[in-house]
């Protein structure tokens, strides 16, 4: 099977032999991508010329009513989505609901919230200033669609999500989209945009897919386009260093790397509920999708005194669950997405294990179930811990991407802050403790360095989101090593679309425009 490319409303197959995507459990070929042939610089021409006047002829209201669309076509493929993340990315159920119901969910929260903009095509912010003495010139701010077009290059590990979370609010603002998902699970995003036309729902160039390498995608971007990455920080340099896209002043959104934490509050004992609901929490994280999320749990702070009791609880946890062929109802962690990401998280283990020693798992030969180790791309769920993190170097610096968390004992609440910022910016921490003095302190000392902070208590009790859950009415993304992006957010994911400028003019010409356009307001409300 050979996935086309979709580009200037037609579906091309690339040349040459391609790539295979395969299955990470079997190791069998299931398909082939290739970009070489793809005209990247037309494919961005048609989806200017076409896909974005259309989208921008629309109200906010009637784009929103095609993300509606879109949601219910993808609402009715769900099973075949599930199909293709169990053979592609070697998901369970829990795993492929992750990724394609929180893609659905997003899709239809943007649908819902984006009525509110009504039927305004553009959006007026802010009241009129007067900027003359006698009151006959003022100024108002305006927030313009861009006339370009939305780049996404996506991760391999929410190939659903990834595409959705982005595309929601791009088509919402107006601008039309070409998504250039990640080569080892393209598969699922490609069978998702190929719904998406068949349903012939977006007006041509609204949504092109390049299956297979970016190529020079990157030099024919312009000044009005947006460029997204998620993915490792090495290729965020490399985008954002690209010399096309530095001497344009393109606008780029990253999401990168992210050595995510969680802090055990000094009142959080052994057999409190806090203490258990953050062991049911750190296994989670490493085992979802493999531990292959972003949000994932990377570093667990706990006072010293209570390092073995967590490591114990956690090890015992892990230790009752199955790791093998997803197909088995019996198993509950599945493989990393292919022999090389396998390859990663072993030398990231090596490095980690120069510092830290093992409580569970780490051993590069153990047997999955109803798999062969050497056609499969299973990692072994792996807890190390960390006595001493202050002198430690890379359990704060290198991400081992797969179900893989240390354990580090702090001593103060300042050491925990220390520790935790030693991150050098991350997508989200959470905090686990009833004294709200200890919580409060954190808060303030890392979240400018965290883009997302869950505190939980007692209160709440199971009633939080989730550490690795991202919601799409709250922020997305993180500073420093996390990419310095911001993504969703509700509505505020609208502004990365829409460029803002200041009209200086009589007020009536202002106030002419701004009767058509919606209230910016509604961004921050």
Known sequence: MNLANYISGNWHPGSGPGEPLLDPVTGDELARISSQGVDAQATLDFARS???????????????????????????????????????????????????????YTMKFYAKIGQALADG?????????????????????????????????????FPAWGFCEKAAPAWLSGVPVLVKPATPT???????????????????????????????????????????????????????????????????????????????????????????????????EMTLKAGQKCTAIRRIFVPRQYLKALGDAIAAKLSGLKVGNPRNAEVKVGPVVNKAQQAACFEGLRQLKRECSVIFGGAENFQP????????????PTLLVCNDGLDA?????????????????????????????????????????????????????????????MAVD??????????????????HGGPGRAGGGEELAGLRALLLYHRRFVLQSPPSLAASLAEKAADASLLFS
């Open 393 to 453: 170097k890379f359990v704060h610096d290198i991400e081992v991407f797969g179900p893989a968390a240390t354990l580090i004992a702090y001593d103060t609440t300042e050491n925990a802050v220390a520790l935790a910022r030693r991150g050098l910016g991350s997508l989200v921490a959470s905090i686990f403790s009833n004294d709200a003095a200890f919580t409060q302190t954190v808060i303030l000392g890392i979240g400018d360095l965290h883009g997302r902070i």
């Open 121 to 157: 095509k553009f959006l007026k912010e802010g009241a009129q200033i007067p900027i003359s003495k006698t009151g006959v010139f003022f100024g108002q701010h305006f927030l313009l669609p861009a006339k370009g077009a939305a780049v996404f290059i996506n991760a391999f590990n």
């Open 458 to 475: 007692s209160s709440v009790g199971t009633q939080y989101t989730g550490h690795g859950n991202v919601v799409p009415s709250c922020l």
């Open 186 to 284: 393209a598969w699922l995003a490609h069978r998702m945009v190929e719904d998406v036309v068949k349903a012939n729902i977006l007006p041509p160039g609204a949504v092109s897919i390049i299956c297979g390498s970016a190529r020079e995608l990157l030099d024919h971007v312009a000044e009005s386009d947006v460029v997204s990455f998620t993915g490792s920080a090495d290729t965020a340099v490399k985008i954002r260093s690209n010399p096309n896209v530095l001497r344009r002043s393109v606008r780029v959104n990253i999401e990168a790397d992210s050595i995510n934490s969680i802090l055990l509050g000094p009142d959080v004992a052994p057999g409190s509920d806090l203490f258990e609901l953050a062991v049911k929490e750190v296994v989670r």
């Open 50 to 104: 076409h896909g974005g006047p259309a989208l921008r002829d629309l109200t906010y209201r009637q784009r929103a009513e095609l993300l509606a669309k879109i949601a219910d076509t993808l609402a009715a493929n769900r099973d075949e989505y599930f199909r293709i993340s169990l053979l592609n990315l070697g998901a369970n159920q829990p795993d492929a609901s992750f990724d394609v119901d929180g893609a659905i």
């Open 369 to 380: 179930v109803d798999a062969d180790p050497a056609k499969s791309a299973f990692v072994q």
